[in-house]
């Protein structure tokens, strides 16, 4: 891994699409048993595509997530990311424990319009919010001005959702201490 400047661990992949695929599948192969027996690790992975076949990584998932980001420059780039979305849901939903959609933007369709569409209930929202993206990604901070930008609000309340998703209801997170499953917990 690398450490980014915000102190954040990663394991970046090649840009190009045929190099990030063999990256992402060894990746998955490689880490995703020995990631899923520690209960305290978060990953994150951007995968790209999902395509006809589930792919590995999400059976191991205790959480799978698809970011749906609305298209600024058309309805139409917006509308083929919502049909992409809906494939991505049908594969997913039969090897994934759990499975969620995160939208993000608020035009040019209203996230209850989003969900409709989808069939599902969007596990989040988060707002365009470039000066908030800029905070996140090391730009220049007065203050608590990036605590206040819509963008950490909402990205705070999606991550209370997934630590309720995937511990249980009530469940506090504390990153120093590893955590483990509520009781009763359908998911590990």
Do not use: N
Request: hydrophobic share 45%.
């Amino acid at each position: 891994t690398q450490e980014l400047p915000s102190g954040l661990r990663v394991m970046t992949a090649p840009a190009r699409p045929s190099q990030a695929r063999a990256a992402v599948i060894e990746a998955a192969s490689g880490y995703s048993a020995l990631i899923g027996t520690m209960p305290e690790a978060v990953m994150i992975a951007d995968c790209g595509r999902v395509e006809l076949d589930p792919p590995m990584w999400a059976r191991a998932a205790q959480l799978t997530l698809l970011i749906l980001r609305q298209a600024t420059v058309s309805a139409q780039a917006t509308v083929a990311r919502v049909d992409r979305t809906i494939e991505a849901l049908e594969v997913l939903r039969s090897s994934c424990r759990q499975v969620g959609v995160v939208l993000i933007g608020g035009s040019p369709y209203p996230a209850s319009e989003v969900s409709t569409v989808l069939g599902v209930e969007l596990f989040g929202v988060l707002p365009e919010d470039a000066v908030g993206a800029g905070l996140v990604c090391g730009g220049w901070t007065v203050g608590k001005r990036a605590a206040r930008s819509p963008l950490a609000k909402a990205a705070a309340t999606l991550g209370a959702h997934v630590i309720e998703a995937v511990y249980g209801r009530g469940h506090r997170f504390h990153p120093s201490t590893p955590v483990a499953p509520a009781e009763g917990s359908v998911t590990r």
